[in-house]
């Protein structure tokens, strides 16, 4: 975590802190492992995929990417555990593991 910690510059004096803590520059997730956050983790149940891609559209992280037209592996880098790829499988083929 301190090397997490070193990307966001966090050794800057008070002076140099926007005001309010405004964020002024893109998202830095892409560089984080922000899967670690939690032991809840999705598990897909290949044979019962339909490729339907609900899951992708719906992950609030993009950790379910695609190739143009077919689900790959899920990032389990950037999952946070939320379930709401489990919750809308109209198959049943993501269940959450580690609860």
């Given at each position: ?59 609030p ?28 499988c ?10």
């Open positions: 975590m301190a090397a997490d910690l070193e990307k966001l510059h966090l050794r800057a004096p008070w002076q140099d802190l926007t005001t309010g803590m405004m964020i002024h520059e893109g998202g830095t997730s892409a560089e984080f492992n922000t899967g670690e956050w939690t032991a809840v983790k999705p598990h897909v149940k290949e044979e019962e995929c339909r490729q339907c891609l609900l899951c992708v559209q719906v992950c992280d993009s950790a379910i990417p695609y190739n143009g037209n077919e689900r790959v592996a899920v990032d389990t880098k950037h999952c946070k555990g939320c379930g709401i790829c489990a919750h809308v109209p198959f049943g083929a993501i269940e959450m593991e580690g609860f």
